[in-house]
C-alpha cells in the first residue's frame, strides 16, 4: 500500500522554526517529484514548495522563499521541509504529496499531470506566541 506520512508539526512562537518530514512506505520516492502544501480552513490549498525526483529542481512560494528549503533523502525515503523565520500566516495543516515524475531535474508545485498523485494525512503547523 502506498502511504505518505507527514511528522514534524506542533506550536512555535513567531520567529522559530520547525523540519517537516514526509516519510514514504510501500514505494521508493527516487522516481517521484515531491511538493509540500499547506491549507486554512474556509481557504484553497496553497503549493509551498517542490523537489524534483533528483533533487537538483526545487521550486517555492513567494510567500516562503528565503525561509523555507526543501529537501530529500532518497536513501531514507524522506523528504523534509526545512521551516525558518516563521510568521502567524504559515499556520495551516501541511501535506506533502508526490507524483511519478516527468523530468528528473524539475518540478512544478501544480504536477505535470494536472496534479499530485498520492497524498498523506497532514501535520498542523501553527505558529502563535
Known amino acids: 500500500q502506498l502511504q505518505l506520512v507527514e511528522s514534524g508539526g506542533g506550536l512555535v512562537q513567531p520567529g522559530g522554526s520547525l523540519r517537516l518530514s514526509c516519510a514514504a512506505s510501500?514505494?521508493?520516492?527516487?522516481?517521484?517529484?515531491i511538493g509540500w502544501f499547506r491549507q486554512v480552513p474556509g481557504k484553497e490549498r496553497e503549493g509551498v514548495s517542490c523537489?524534483?525526483?533528483?533533487?537538483?529542481?526545487?521550486a517555492y512560494a513567494d510567500s516562503v522563499k528565503g525561509r523555507f528549503t526543501i529537501s530529500r533523502d532518497n536513501a531514507k525515503n524522506t523528504v523534509y521541509l526545512q521551516m525558518n523565520s516563521l510568521k502567524p500566516e504559515d499556520t495551516a495543516v501541511y501535506y506533502c504529496?508526490?507524483?511519478?515524475?516527468?523530468?528528473?531535474?524539475?518540478?512544478?508545485?501544480?504536477?505535470?499531470?494536472?496534479?499530485?498523485?498520492?497524498w498523506g494525512q497532514g501535520t498542523q503547523v501553527t505558529v502563535s506566541s
Open positions: 510501500g514505494f521508493t520516492l527516487d522516481y517521484y517529484d
Open positions: 523537489i524534483s525526483s533528483s533533487g537538483i529542481g526545487t
Open positions: 504529496a508526490a507524483e511519478r515524475s516527468v523530468v528528473r531535474t524539475m518540478c512544478l508545485m501544480t504536477g505535470f499531470r494536472g496534479g499530485y498523485e498520492y
